[in-house]
């Protein structure tokens, strides 16, 4: 049951990334004044719970011997609060301007600074040119009997939209206990 929850978590997170990515679109081509600016920014820092399109910042994955790294002056990259069933999950969600590489985390509970939670579902997509994604999912790690963590140190001050680390476990099948790669990771984001 737990894995059913977790892949709708990761499942949201994803549909979060497709509708963020398609607003980063619109927002290269519709110019905006500053006061416009201003307030959007406003708005954002003030809706809580809510979903932010990080404006600026650095989402950067370490994953076997590659680092991705996600810049959100040009690619999407969101933080994301939903509710699934009564229980409220956080997390960031990304996808590269090319649409080639796509990746989502999500914890359960609420995003509170200085508070590690604990990774409820997670996916990374590579496609490298061909018809098919490659897909890696959460999965368990035996030897410490847990999904990783996400800890933020900052979040929804200032201009800070989220900063932290996580780490986390993903496979590429969903076999009982399957062989995993370790993926550490750190961000920061910024509503302006």
């Known amino acids: 049951m737990l894995r059913v929850y977790m892949r ?21 081509t519709a110019a905006k004044t500053d006061t416009q600016l201003k307030v959007d920014s406003a708005e954002k820092q003030n809706t809580v719970p809510g979903n932010y399109l ?16 996600f810049d959100a002056s040009q690619d999407s990259i969101a933080f994301v609060n939903i509710s699934i069933d009564g229980k409220e999950y956080y997390g960031i969600t990304a996808i590269n301007k090319a649409h080639s590489v796509s990746f989502g985390i999500s914890t ?13 579902g997670c996916q990374f997509l590579l ?16 030897l410490s009997d847990d999904y990783g963590t996400f800890s933020l140190e900052k979040y929804n001050q200032d201009t800070i939209l989220a900063k932290g680390t996580f780490h986390t476990y993903l496979a590429t099948d969903a076999k009982k ?11 920061e984001l910024k509503v302006k």
């Open 177 to 187: 206990n399957p062989a995993f790669t370790l993926v550490d990771g750190s961000f």
């Open 54 to 69: 990080a404006a600026t910042g650095i989402l950067k994955i370490k994953f076997k011997d590659s680092t991705y790294t």
């Open 127 to 142: 496609n490298s040119g061909g018809k098919t994604n490659t897909t890696f999912t959460l999965t368990r790690n035996v």
């Open 8 to 28: 709708l978590a990761v499942l949201v997170l994803l549909l979060a990334v497709f509708i963020t990515s398609c607003q980063k679109d619109e927002n290269v």
């Open 108 to 120: 359960l509970g609420a995003p509170i600074a200085e508070m590690p939670g604990s990774v409820a």
